[in-house]
């Protein structure tokens, strides 16, 4: 059962949140480790600074039964913003005691997210939702999640691929992994018809997220306009899942760039190549390298060993666009190359 500390917003913010929508753009939880089950809990939002709806206290989930009203302790406002106009980032902070052991998601959502969003229908009745997952165990020494250093402001361009770098650091030195996912919609739910940004590529284009540092990369974006995209961060320890994060945020596409990027990088030992829809990798070092084929969403597809010699990487089974390579040599060195198949 549900519990919940202010009764009287947990009943007027049905009618409150359609009144006054927040257009939120953006936002994640993070969690800090206090004492045994005490956890401090942080929720960030980024909003448009011109709505006239504002939000001094949210209501975050906690999943353990609690429902509680965790107000604002800071505000940092962008009048000049970028190309998504100007900004407010909120912050609100509270600290919360959970019962014991279990697998806890902790929820924030809003009733709206901006209007306009090229890549989410009807964008500005659909919920904004972001969420967390704590995992609480004798096993695991009190989990810190993932921090996203770098604030959701303004992505920057090489060539032409748009680049957002959200540096995740996590306090613990867990092994991170990420990939995009659907962002979530009312009650957490994922926003049914939304598009992923590799869907507005022209030709020979890519939309890809780095797994291994959560780096999204935009190549030849074909139309101007607001995005969304979820980029979910899952920390390992010791091959177990202790715990993931989510940042929810808008990308403003104000031009799109004709450049040709420079993917001109040098892989050592390995050579690739097209052959007509297969890649052939020459491994030309003595030894096998373990490699992992992830696609553009930063999905594991497949393991693959690479002998000495010829090895056939085939794509039948996969449809058009960008694919990361990422082998390691026998003395544990990584080595990356893209595979885009128009």
């Known amino acids: 059962m549900y519990t919940h500390r202010s009764l009287a917003v947990l009943i007027l913010a049905p009618f409150v949140l359609d009144a006054f929508a927040t257009h939120v753009i953006g936002g994640e939880i993070r969690y800090t480790h206090l004492s045994i089950t005490t956890y401090s809990i942080e929720v960030v939002t980024w909003c448009d600074l011109t709505s006239p709806a504002d939000r001094p206290e949210i209501l975050v989930d906690f999943g353990d039964g609690v429902v509680d009203t965790v107000p604002r302790t800071s505000i940092l406002d962008d009048p000049f913003g970028g190309s998504c106009g100007s900004l407010r980032l909120n912050t609100y902070t509270t600290t919360h005691a959970f019962q014991g052991s ?18 989410v229908p009807n964008s500005a009745s659909q919920a904004f939702s972001v969420s967390v997952t704590l995992v609480i165990s004798p096993a695991i020494a009190g989990n810190n999640s993932v921090q996203f250093d770098i604030q959701q402001i303004e992505p920057t361009w090489n060539w032409s691929t748009l680049v957002v770098e959200p540096q995740a650091m996590d306090p613990d030195s867990d092994s991170l992994v990420f990939q995009l996912v659907i962002p979530e919609g009312l009650e957490g739910d994922p926003i049914s018809g939304y598009q992923f940004p590799e869907d507005f590529t022209s030709g020979g284009g890519y939309a890809w997220c780095d797994p291994t540092n959560g780096r999204f990369l935009w190549d030849h974006p074909t139309l101007i306009g607001e995005y969304v995209i979820a980029i979910r961060c899952d920390e390992w320890r010791d091959g177990v899942l202790v715990g993931q994060a989510t940042r929810d945020m808008t990308i403003c596409v ?63 089974d996969h449809s058009s666009g960008m694919m990361l390579l990422l082998a390691t040599d026998a003395e544990g060195r990584h080595r990356a190359y893209k595979l885009v198949r128009p």
Do not use: C, K
Not at 102 to 119: F, V
Not at 276 to 298: F, S
């Open 254 to 316: 104000s031009t799109v760039a004709t450049l040709a990027p420079d993917d001109s990088v040098p892989i050592e030992d390995l050579q690739v190549f097209r052959s007509q829809d297969d890649w052939m990798v020459e491994n030309n070092a003595t030894a096998t390298m373990l490699a992992r084929l992830i696609d553009a969403r930063g999905a594991l597809v497949r393991m693959i060993s690479l002998a000495p010699g010829r090895t056939v990487v085939s794509w039948n």
């Open 102 to 119: 279990g697998t806890y998601i902790i929820r924030h959502t809003d009733a709206n997210r901006n209007g306009g969003i090229i890549n």
